[in-house]
């Protein structure tokens, strides 16, 4: 339609309104491609409809009437046994067949021809049609003399057309060249004997490519491959790199290795490719049965290595047979490009990138700093170098953070910056680091362990590159600024452990382990270990992510991870680190003078010896007077001022006298422990977990430990110990253990106990404490709030059964504390010599202390005791709370009365009491029925009355005022300050005193 039309069209339109013509095209219609001319019979023509993704030939009804108008004498032939199926599930009858007389291309065929009702082509012929035609087109000379034509001769629908046909995709260009090229091998290949392979070579650059063209591969006639090897003729695509796949067949009995660059085959154009049947009488007898072949060799691994440029590579320190040697030789052959040539060879992962987000975006410029002119080489070399391999670049930003050398112990320069301008402004990056007791503790059960690690591990990230100016920092040769990720950036970490994640998430825990760059590999056995190691190493290839040769450590049973050694047995210092740890004097641990206590060094050392305190057994308490050192010397200055006199404590800096025989003594102790080499055993989270717990007035310990199968000793898993704060020091003993107890549980290991039985051991047992402590405090009742949640037996060592440690004056953790006995006697000698509180006991003590019943009074001051509530955890009504569980253990005169003897003997706990048995008790107890009596009369016994009953009667008629009965129950009220009401108490019989 012309601009003229469009105006008359519009012309009606009122003049209020704005006509805006926009300039869309009409794109033509391109469907020429898939119709064709059928001549049927005399001069019958149809219009009909390519269709390769249908099985018949069909025409409409329209077309129907046509031929019969054309053709009378046309007979049809009945199709109530037919039935057309869409690709959508559609499904029509035909109502007719009709064969058809058609000359397709040239090509005179009879057509069977459904008819289909509502078919709107004419005609569509489908594959029944087209697999003759093109076998008929491929007979006559023309077909071959237009398929040999290029392209750019044709139109693109003749192209598509012609590619139809000839089943290869066309080569496009001026002309078809004769040969493409010839393809070699990038590296070694290892050919195992009667074997085919596929193998991938590549086409010279100059080689002038038609991307996704169909090719033919052949065996090339410029021989440089060894003789006895066969190429098979291949047809592919052309890839966009060159990248050609080849069939390699290997007939001999040995080894052939095709070297690198070797020329294999040449590449043609294809021009039409033809399927050809299978005649039956061939049999697939081609198959060989192979025999097994011995493993290759050390020396010719090592050659093999060698050729591969991964000579660093150690294979011979594998703990596993030749032959699983020689299956990694060949994943390492498969994947040689996940490994690093040299230190800057590292790779640039895909798909992610760091970004740097800042709070204040003004530039900051800082002058570099002066080094000798000494070590100029060296450091313009490594720039030079860093800037070949694409990590940094020249830069003209505006920003510019000092450059720092950091020298290596080999003599080699380290390139660091830094940035602490820059993280002072960066927003902080949330993503979390793994816990590292949570990832030694997911290697339980396996027994080959594969350390590697990333080369240049943070260098593997590419930066954003509007916030690479972020990163420039300055030297004596100018102003530079990176292109990968650097160390020292705030963010580093978190955005290198998200991309680990990303890549190994849903196998870490189970088969991988990622602590940054440091990765493991681990598995009960040499195949599943395999298997692992290739799928590790296929996903690093897949990311552009390359490894160190020479700190791959492969298929061990004893590797270095994390600063500790790893084995089936379990976990154990690095005796590299306890060696510089023991090397350590108290001269080392001094200022200059010699004599005067180094805070800063003693926190040094403190540090190196609390990454290993899980294998030193009360390391918090042994470590005491190092720790006091680490605040200063202590002064007290006496308080006058005030009705209530105190001392002021302040710290001064150490002086010569705080070095004392103790510190000495914790030094040489420490150093050690460290030297026993203590094997912690891996968790079985199958298997349930035994914890012992002890205390002193020098700081608090315990041991998570396991009964393993076939062993009769506990192996330890982890110690744990710290000391205790000032308050802390003043806790009588029995509350110690009893918060010994909770941080244990609650605190230290609960990450490993929550939801699981497990057995608890001390030497005092908690429930004595809770039970008949008159009155517990809010900080009690969280304690036993919190320990309510978990499921677990007790296990006390009885006060005259752990005599010695008495007799120690319960020195800080003993040889014969629980925690020492557990993991160095017997397990079943402990179980006959210790008591016991199970089945539930220990859960219904703390449940029923933190969810106590409270009877409330209604507003017409009558007690209801079905109206009950619970007090909130950590509330007052602690004494109520201790009179309730008493009266299950003692007795109600003692509890009421505010004296409950100690629990000598462990007690069992009664089910929960019903309302009409604790009125039939108290009706039977001949104490309380008196004390009933005279509640209900509602008048107070005269002393003449008083002085003719029992004492018990009398003791507790003292209480007059306080007892009430409500229902037939016996209660003594109490009024909570916190809570502002009144509290019932039912007393107990003394029946239920066992």
């Not at 995709?169 to 070694?188: A, D, H």
């Not at 070297?259 to 061939?282: E, G, H, M």
């Not at 720092?404 to 990056?429: E, H, S």
């Not at 977990?689 to 041991?703: H, N, R």
Request: include cysteine; proline fraction near 6%.
């Amino acid at each position: 339609m012309d601009y003229e039309s469009l105006c008359q069209m519009f012309s009606d339109v009122t003049s209020d309104k704005t006509v805006i013509f926009q300039g869309v095209q009409k794109v033509p219609k391109a469907d020429s491609l898939f119709y064709t001319s059928v001549s049927v019979e005399k001069d019958l023509v149809l219009k009909a409809l390519i269709d390769s993704g249908s099985m018949a030939c069909t025409i409409s009804e329209s077309a129907e009437e046509r031929v019969l108008k054309n053709i009378p004498d046309m007979t049809s032939q009945s199709a109530e046994d037919i039935v057309i199926v869409g690709c959508g599930g559609h499904r029509v009858a035909p109502t007719a067949v009709y064969d058809l007389k058609a000359t397709v291309y040239g090509c005179s065929m009879i057509i069977p021809a459904l008819v289909v009702p509502g078919q709107t082509e004419e005609m569509i012929l489908g594959t029944n049609v087209i697999k003759r035609l093109l076998m008929q087109l491929r007979e006559t000379d023309g077909y071959w003399r237009l398929m040999s034509k290029s392209s750019n001769n044709e139109s693109d629908e003749c192209c598509m057309f012609l590619s139809l046909f000839s089943n290869a995709e066309r080569w496009r260009g001026e002309s078809i060249p004769e040969k493409v090229g010839t393809v070699k091998l990038q590296r070694s290949v290892m050919l195992e004997p009667q074997t085919e392979h596929l193998v991938w070579g590549k086409l010279p650059q100059s080689s002038v490519l038609s991307v996704g063209s169909t090719v033919i591969v052949e065996p090339t006639k410029s021989r440089t491959r060894p003789r006895q090897i066969l190429v098979g003729r291949v047809i592919t695509p052309l890839w966009g790199d060159g990248s050609i796949p080849l069939k390699v067949i290997n007939p001999t009995n040995h080894r052939v290795v095709l070297k690198r660059n070797a020329k294999i085959a040449d590449v043609s154009p294809c021009i039409a490719v033809q399927d050809l049947p299978l005649p039956k009488q061939i049999q697939s007898n081609l198959q060989c049965t192979e025999e097994p072949l011995p493993p290759r060799s050390s020396e010719e691994m090592k050659r093999v290595l060698s050729d591969l440029d991964l000579g660093e590579l150690d294979l011979e320190s594998c703990e596993v047979s030749a032959h699983w040697k020689d299956k990694l030789l060949q994943i390492i052959e498969n994947y040689e490009s996940v490994f690093s040539r040299d230190k800057m060879d590292c790779g640039e992962a895909k798909g992610f990138v760091h970004r740097i987000n800042l709070t204040d975006d003004r530039p900051f410029r800082f002058p570099y700093r002066r080094i000798p002119p000494s070590q100029y080489a060296k450091l313009r070399t490594a720039l030079n170098e860093m800037e070949e391999k694409g990590i940094i670049r020249k830069s003209h930003s505006d920003y510019a953070s000092p450059l720092v050398l950091v020298w290596k112990k080999n003599g080699d320069l380290r390139i660091c910056t830094d940035f602490r301008w820059l993280n002072a402004r960066t927003v902080r990056d949330a993503y979390p680091l793994p816990h590292q007791s949570d990832v030694l503790a997911a290697l339980g059960g396996n027994t080959f362990f594969s350390t590697m690690d990333l080369t240049s591990g943070y260098y593997n990230v590419p930066l954003e590159e509007e916030h690479k100016k972020y990163t420039a920092f300055s030297s004596p040769f100018g102003l530079h600024e990176y292109n990968r990720l650097p160390q020292g950036l705030s963010n580093s970490p978190a955005t290198f452990m998200r991309m680990m994640m990303s890549i190994f998430g849903d196998e870490n825990f189970s088969s991988v382990l990622c602590y940054l760059d440091d990765l493991m590999v681990f598995a009960p056995s040499e195949s599943v270990a395999l298997q692992r190691l290739e799928m590790f190493l296929l996903r690093l290839s897949h990311h552009n992510l390359k490894l160190a040769p020479k700190k791959c450590c492969f298929l061990r049973r004893s590797v270095k991870f994390l600063g500790h050694i790893v084995c089936e047995e379990g976990i154990k210092t690095d005796p590299g680190k306890v060696e510089a740890i023991n090397s350590i004097q108290a001269s080392d641990l001094m200022e200059p003078d010699g004599k005067t206590p180094c805070q800063k060094k003693i926190r040094s050392f403190l540090g190196m010896v609390l990454y290993y305190q899980h294998f030193i057994e009360g390391c918090s308490a042994k470590a005491k007077p190092l720790f006091k050192l680490t605040s200063g010397s202590v002064k007290q200055t006496p308080i006058t001022k005030g009705r209530n006199p105190r001392k002021k404590i302040s710290y001064l800096k150490l002086s010569p006298a705080d070095w004392t025989a103790d510190c000495e003594e914790a030094l040489h102790t420490l150093k050690l422990e460290l030297t026993k080499n203590v094997t912690l055993a891996h968790p079985d989270f199958d298997r349930p977990f035994v914890l012992a717990v002890d205390a002193s007035f020098d700081g608090v310990g315990a041991v998570l430990s396991q009964v393993l199968p076939g062993e009769e000793i506990a192996r330890p898993i982890a110690f744990a110990s710290r000391t205790l704060s000032r308050s802390q020091m003043n806790y009588p003993a029995h509350r110690l253990e009893f918060f010994a107890l909770k941080w244990a549980i609650c605190e230290k290991f609960s990450h490993w106990l929550r939801g699981r039985h497990f057995t608890a051991w001390t030497d005092n047992n908690p429930l004595t404490y809770i039970l008949t402590k008159p009155r517990l405090d809010a900080c009690e009742q969280r304690w036993v709030a919190k320990l309510a949640s978990y499921s677990f037996d007790l296990k006390y060592v009885p006060g005259t059964k752990n005599v010695v440690a008495d007799a120690l004056s319960r020195e800080p953790f003993v040889q014969s504390c629980i925690g020492h006995r557990l993991i160095t006697e017997p397990y079943l000698s402990l179980l006959k010599d210790v008591s016991g509180v199970v089945d539930n006991t220990v859960q219904d003590a703390f449940k029923c202390t933190s969810n106590h019943q409270v009877v409330q009074k209604d507003g017409k001051g009558s007690c209801d005791p079905t109206s009950v509530g619970l007090l909130p955890s950590g509330s007052s009504g602690s004494q109520e709370v201790s009179a309730v569980l008493a009266a299950h253990t003692t007795g109600g005169l003692s509890e009421v009365l505010g004296t409950v003897p100690a629990i000598s003997q462990p007690q069992q706990f009664s089910p929960p009491l019903q309302h009409s048995s604790i009125v039939i008790e108290q009706e039977k107890d001949s104490t309380l029925s008196r004390i009933l009596y005279y509640i209900e009369r509602r008048q107070k016994p005269s002393k003449k009355e008083q002085t003719k009953e029992s004492t018990s009667v009398r003791k507790l008629l003292k209480h007059h005022d306080k007892l009430v009965v409500c229902n037939g129950v016996l209660y003594k009220v109490r009024r909570d300050p916190k809570l502002n009401k009144k509290l019932y108490l039912f007393v107990a019989s003394s029946s239920w005193t066992p």
